[in-house]
């Protein structure tokens, strides 16, 4: 055992020397970031900064001094997504965002998102397509017999004995109460000798109802059938039942506006048990289109509601978020293997419904809500595949193709403590060659990306964070032009507000939670000095 842990320990060590090395031929300015006494980090630069708040953050009057001391801009992380916004019955609440932006008045405002496929009130979504077909109405009374013979009526008996017994689970199919028939004599050709009905439900003539119940003999071989009434009579085939529970539907167009149903039960002798009848409307998913136009209409309807609530005070809109997979395809459900959980709550992937056009619509929509606004399309990953990098640039190019306004790109740059350098710099001078806008809108660095437990920040990590800090700033203002320069936005402000944090797993900013500034800060700031 103390062998196994010395040679754990030794291949640990030479990996952790190992990575060090190739760390160390990077490393740019480790040591060198100790200057962050300046008075703010947009005191250092013309270039636009950002920072990401949440509506908890309100209440910590240093975060909100700080957060307008060192930014000019804030970007909501989650009280404007469709999710934080649209209620279950499709009404609109800004009471948080609204909050957030004054209480960080006057600092800018960005807009995130209009179109995502996560943080969704995916329950309205589906209702309201009809991706989701809402249970129907239960159209019986008394239903499972609970009340006994109420609203049931004994039509024709010819010698059999109907009973409507309460209070006997262990002979009901659920509940405590069942319809119990003994038919002595086999009326072969004549179910109609034996007959209960139900009490009279409200039809449509034309629209369809499907009828089911529960039923089990007290031997193999009965038989039953269903048959409607009052007038223009429905009959259901014949029925074979057996000796176990089974549920038997039957599905009926309505020819009048008040309409009875019949068990039938004179064809074989037999001890039958019936509960949990049913009534119900059939309602039927809507078609392809139907469904498309819904979600199409859902889209125009959240974009121009926000861009109209929000265009006072918003002037730059986060339109499509993350519209690529992993792959660099055009999301769907099918495709985002980066999503683990795909049976999620807030999940709504618009490409499953819109195919290719839904980036193009929510554009649109944008445009036409606000034609001033900057439009942005945001994505993930970007510094870390060039793939990916090269399809959103291709996807861009197809939807300006078609008459999308875009006016930018954001990459998020969720980066790591050692990223590669050579990828960031590509990413960078590829999104620049477009022509377009480019902003880093999500920045922040993980410097314990496998979440190790046990994990502490130490001096040199935290080095090696602040010249990942460096090297982005740094390449960003290099790269990409002046005039394409459209701002810096870091995903949050103390480590304990992240949402990499995780409990003291990573500590990706940089503030500390007592908001002193950490070497990530001094790298920032090397970086926005031109130093």
């Not at 409307?281 to 199409?296: E, H, N, Q, R, W």
């Not at 197809?398 to 990223?419: F, P, Y």
């Amino acid at each position: 055992m103390k062998k196994a842990k010395k040679i754990l320990y030794i291949a640990f060590a030479t990996f952790a020397v190992s990575c060090t090395k190739m760390k160390d031929v990077n490393i740019l300015n480790q040591g060198s970031y100790s200057d962050t006494t300046t008075a703010s980090l947009k005191s250092a630069t013309d270039v636009k900064l950002g920072v990401a708040v949440e509506y908890s953050n309100i209440a910590d009057g240093n975060y909100t001094a700080i957060a307008k001391n060192e930014f000019d801009a804030i970007t909501v992380g989650y009280s404007m997504k469709h999710g934080a916004i649209v209620k279950d019955d499709g009404t609109y609440n800004y009471t948080n965002a609204d909050a957030i932006i004054n209480a960080f008045s006057p600092n800018e405002v960005y807009g995130h998102t209009l179109l995502w496929h996560s943080n969704q009130n995916a329950t309205y979504l589906k209702n309201y397509t009809g991706i989701t077909i809402p249970a129907p109405a239960e159209l019986m009374t008394n239903p499972g017999f609970e009340a006994g013979a109420s609203s049931w009526s004994v039509f024709n008996t010819n010698g059999a004995t109907i009973t409507f017994n309460t209070g006997d689970a262990a002979n009901a199919h659920a509940g405590t109460s069942y319809m119990k028939v003994v038919n002595p004599t086999s009326q072969t050709g004549n179910q109609w000798k034996v007959q209960v009905s139900s009490a009279a439900f409200a039809t449509v003539p034309g629209q369809k109802y499907t009828i089911s119940y529960w039923v089990k003999a007290a031997s193999a071989g009965g038989s039953i059938r269903l048959s409607t009434g009052p007038t223009s009579s429905q009959y259901q085939g014949d029925q074979t039942i057996n000796t176990t529970w089974q549920q038997v539907s039957w599905t009926i167009t309505a020819s009048i506006s008040s309409t009875t149903f019949l068990f039938d039960m004179g064809q074989a002798a037999n001890t039958y048990y019936i509960d949990d009848a049913s009534v119900k409307l059939l309602v039927s998913a809507p078609t392809g289109p139907s469904i498309a136009l819904k979600v199409d209409t859902a889209l125009n309807t959240f974009a121009t509601n926000m861009v109209n609530h929000f265009k006072s005070k918003v002037h730059q809109w986060d339109v499509v978020n993350e519209p690529l997979s992993p792959s660099g395809a055009l999301r769907t459900s099918g495709n985002s293997s980066d999503i683990s959980d795909k049976t999620a709550k807030d999940l709504f992937f618009w490409g499953d419904y819109l195919g290719r056009d839904f980036p193009l619509k929510a554009f649109q929509y944008a445009k036409a809500a606000d034609a001033t606004a900057q439009l942005f399309i945001n994505e993930y990953g970007l510094e870390a595949s060039a793939t990916k990098t090269d399809s959103l640039i291709a996807l861009v190019k197809e939807l300006k193709a078609r008459g999308a306004a875009i006016d930018g790109i954001g990459t998020q740059v969720h980066a790591l403590w050692n990223s590669s350098y050579g990828l960031i710099d590509s990413m960078f001078i590829k999104l620049a060659s477009t022509g377009l806008l480019v902003r880093i809108s999500e920045l922040d660095i993980r410097i314990n990306p496998l979440f190790k437990s046990g994990f502490v920040l130490t001096d040199l990590e935290s080095s090696y964070q602040a010249d990942m800090y460096y090297y982005i700033i740094n390449s960003y203002l290099k790269n990409v032009p002046k005039a394409q320069q459209a701002g810096i936005t870091v995903w949050g402000l103390t480590d304990d507000t992240s949402w990499l944090y995780k409990s003291g797993a990573d500590f990706p900013l940089l503030f500390n939670a007592n908001y002193s500034r950490k070497k990530a800060y001094g790298g920032v700031l090397k970086a926005l000095k031109g130093l």
